[in-house]
């Protein structure tokens, strides 16, 4: 079956170090995103990509950055992690009409 | 520009009892999509619904429902017969072209037994 995972599930860093998240899907959508969800706030769009080599800002992009190397990954970067990043991450993959999300990944900056 | 309205934060209830979650939206282009998802306390997000700007038919499924009116740019969901299983955070959530969506803030709902 296909899915969407991510990884790791967990992270504990300290400000100021460079962390990457992982994300895979194998439904070989071109459409992919991040989204960080805070309480208060919902979900709110990090990056996005519509195919390989493609990448846009979403709502709150500073801070993190992406690359689209291939259709299943997405993987996010934070240049220097800082402590409002400590968040709940989601990602997501989708057609017209639907978008499956990952099992999140809960990151904690200390 | 758009935007998701759900201004209950948090909702409590007693099991069985009917509840509906409000979600208002804005935009300005006539293709949109209309999403809910629910979000139970293991953390994921589960799509409950999808629903396109041009069929306003309200849908059933089982005990939930959700009422459609381009008119007052509403998209409300309504559990019938709560039950504790119930209990999440549910989103609502708008699609317009570009395929990006922009979700709600999310209302929290407790079903107590």
């Known amino acids: 079956d296909a899915e969407i995972t991510q990884s790791p599930r967990h992270k504990i860093t300290e400000t100021g170090r460079q962390v990457t998240l992982a994300c895979h899907q194998t439904?070989?959508?071109?459409?992919m995103f991040w989204y960080r969800q805070d309480l208060g706030h919902g979900l709110r769009l990090i990056h996005y990509s519509y195919g390989v080599q493609d990448t846009n800002k979403g709502e709150v992009s500073d801070g993190y950055s992406v690359s689209r190397s291939n259709t299943e990954d997405l993987p996010l970067t934070l240049e220097s992690a800082a402590s409002s990043q400590t968040s709940v991450y989601f990602c997501?993959?989708?057609?017209?009409?639907?978008?499956?999300f990952g099992p999140g990944t809960r990151l904690t900056v200390t | 520009a758009q935007k998701v309205t759900q201004a209950q934060t948090e909702i409590s209830v007693v099991e069985k009892e009917d509840v509906t979650l409000d979600c208002v939206y804005e935009?300005?282009?006539?293709?949109?999509?209309l999403f809910w998802y629910k979000q139970p306390p293991s953390g994921e997000l589960v799509f409950l619904i999808r629903r396109n700007s041009f069929d306003e038919q309200n849908e059933i499924s089982g005990r939930y429902s959700w009422n459609f009116q381009k008119s007052t740019s509403s998209f409300n969901f309504t559990i019938t017969a709560s039950q504790v299983v119930d209990s999440a955070v549910y989103f609502c959530?708008?699609?317009?072209?570009?395929?990006?969506?922009?979700f709600g803030t999310g209302t929290s709902l407790t079903v107590i037994p």
């Open positions: 439904w070989n959508h071109n459409n």
């Open positions: 935009t300005r282009d006539t293709t949109y999509y």
């Open positions: 959530a708008l699609r317009i072209s570009g395929n990006q969506f922009y």
């Open positions: 997501a993959s989708g057609d017209p009409y639907e978008q499956y």
